[in-house]
């Protein structure tokens, strides 16, 4: 028996007929010929199994092979063809396809012996079969070790994996910032900012219980600071407000699918628009790819909404897509105008067109209580712009309240992405944000409302010089309070325009470095101040 089980082909030439089938099993040792013609054939078809020699449509009686091929079909189903119908007989083969095919047909063989059909198989076959055994020794032990090396890997990546249901992944952004050009804005001297240096790191649990829905956890540290230039234009993304080395939980979030068609969000702390709807921008990457400024990551109107809560989104057929979403600034407060309900809060309704791989468009309405934008003029953030102006003066000694006048505002935009090519992508959005006060603050300040614009349009250029590479060039002019019935909150009187240009040059899979420069005309909206260049050179470390 065991001489037996060592043995199974006809001769070499059914063998050079028959292994075709088993190409899969060669672990990368195929002829480049092979390659050419596996191109050929459609990666979701297989090689089909074969009854009859006859359904080989480039197999005739009167080739020299026809008989070894008829009796691989008939008396052993060891065969395969092409899933047009052909066999393609005179293709080339490596002997480790040869030897991958014999160790396929000794199992065929053992199944008949198992099957009590062992008088199928001849003496002269199995004398045949011994010979071809003998000579394709080495080719065999060689597979053998192959899959002994892989079954010891495998077994060593089980014993030290960090967990069956969570991965662990990290991002390191390191940045180099400074204002290269401008004098003074808004009596800051810009000139006194120097070069700095700062990091963002991020380590992140990525844990999955089902396989389709996913636990998201990560912890940051983040000291890079946005150059002080009297403005809030120009802000960097992947900057904070307080830069610190301290670790804190930065997002925690659970993700799954309520059915087919909807997807359902719930989270914890620190979610932002883009965590419950598609920004509709290429160049949003969280700060760490894309754009290097805020303005140019997204329609600054995203940002009325931070916090924790609950996002739902439905698809409607392939291209169409509703978003609502409430994220509480600060609902774990139990104090006066805070928690969940009475603080401030952002409600997105977003429905998604997406009629093509190439095009999207994004219609979106937010309602937010005691929310900014974040960025543009002072003026278009008037809680901040309020708090400042309302100070008390500097001889006025202690530690005073600060002053906080409550704003509810509603927001509206239109973000468009549209691929002119797979390496041209034409963006851009209008934002419309209408803010009014909901307190005098005990007189001190006149009820009253704000209309706020802001708008762009990006050119972006993917592979650009190297695939993985992205290119973007963002004009546009950042929020801009262009009408005011509250007096003590003028309209912005002039037009400051942001010029964003970047280059992010993958050097490998893992590095990514990307310099850039945002240039900010007439800054705060004030044709007074002196245009202000900002540079950067930001390197992302991905793991």
């Not at 010929?33 to 459609?42: L, R, S």
Request: charged content about 20%; overall charge negative; glycine content about 8%.
């Amino acid at each position: 028996m065991t001489k037996f089980w060592k043995t199974l082909l006809v001769s070499p030439a059914v063998f050079g007929t028959m292994l075709v089938m088993s190409a899969s099993a060669i672990a990368g040792e195929t002829l480049s010929n092979f390659d050419k013609e596996a191109e050929k054939i459609p990666q979701n078809k297989t090689m089909a199994q074969v009854t009859s020699v006859s359904q080989l449509s480039d197999v005739q009686p009167t080739d020299w092979a026809f008989q070894a091929l008829q009796s691989l079909v008939e008396r052993y189903g060891c065969i395969a063809g092409y899933p047009n119908g052909t066999y393609r007989g005179n293709r080339a083969m490596t002997r480790y396809e040869f030897a991958a095919g014999l160790n396929a047909c000794l199992n065929r063989v053992n199944e008949l012996i198992a099957t009590a059909t062992a008088d199928l198989v001849t003496k002269q076959d199995l004398a045949t079969l011994q010979r071809l055994q003998e000579e394709f020794t080495a080719e065999l032990a060689t597979l053998r070790g192959r899959v002994d090396v892989l079954e010891a890997r495998s077994a060593e990546l089980e014993a030290n994996q960090f967990s069956t249901t969570t991965k662990l992944q990290g991002q390191v952004v390191a940045a180099i910032t400074d204002v290269l050009g401008g004098d003074r804005v808004n009596d800051v001297d810009v000139k006194d900012n120097n070069t700095t240096f700062g990091v963002r790191a991020r380590v992140e649990f990525v844990t999955s219980f089902t396989g389709e829905d996913e636990l998201f956890t990560r912890i940051q540290a983040n000291n890079i600071l946005s150059p002080d230039i009297g403005t809030s234009e120009g802000n960097l993304y992947f900057a904070e407000e307080d830069g610190s080395t301290d670790a804190f939980i930065d997002a925690l979030y659970y993700r799954f699918p309520l059915t087919e068609s909807t997807e359902v969000i719930a989270i914890a702390n620190a979610g932002a628009a883009d965590d419950v709807t598609d920004t509709v921008n290429i160049f949003d990457g969280d700060g760490a790819f894309g754009a290097l400024s805020s303005f140019g990551t997204r329609n600054p109107i995203y940002y009325n909404m931070d916090g924790a809560g609950l996002g739902v989104t439905q698809q409607f057929g392939d291209a169409l897509s509703l978003s609502l979403a409430y994220l509480a600034n600060s609902p774990n407060d139990p104090s006066e105008d805070n928690g969940l309900l009475n603080g401030p809060y952002g409600a997105l309704a977003q429905l998604t067109f997406k009629p093509s791989d190439r095009f999207t468009i994004g219609l979106t309405y937010i309602n937010a209580y005691n929310q900014e934008l974040g960025t543009g003029s002072l003026r278009a953030n008037p809680i901040s712009f309020l708090q400042s102006e309302l100070a008390p003066p500097p001889e006025v000694t202690g530690e005073p309240d600060p002053v906080i006048v409550p704003f509810a505002s509603n927001s509206y935009g239109i973000q468009a992405s549209l691929g002119l090519s797979e390496k041209f992508v034409l963006g851009g959005w209008v934002g419309y944000t209408n803010a009014r006060n909901l307190s005098t603050e005990g007189g001190r300040v006149d009820r009253g409302e704000l209309e706020i614009w802001n708008w762009a349009v990006s050119l972006g250029f993917p592979d650009l010089g190297k695939e993985g590479n992205l290119a973007g060039i963002i004009f546009g002019m950042e929020p801009k309070v262009t009408g005011s019935s509250i007096n003590e909150i003028s309209r912005d009187r002039d037009t400051s325009y942001h010029v964003e240009a970047f280059y992010q040059y993958k050097v490998t899979d893992n590095i990514t470095i990307t310099p850039g420069v945002i240039w900010l005309t007439a800054p705060d909206h004030n044709n007074d101040n002196d245009d202000v260049v900002i540079g950067a050179v930001r390197t992302t470390l991905s793991f």
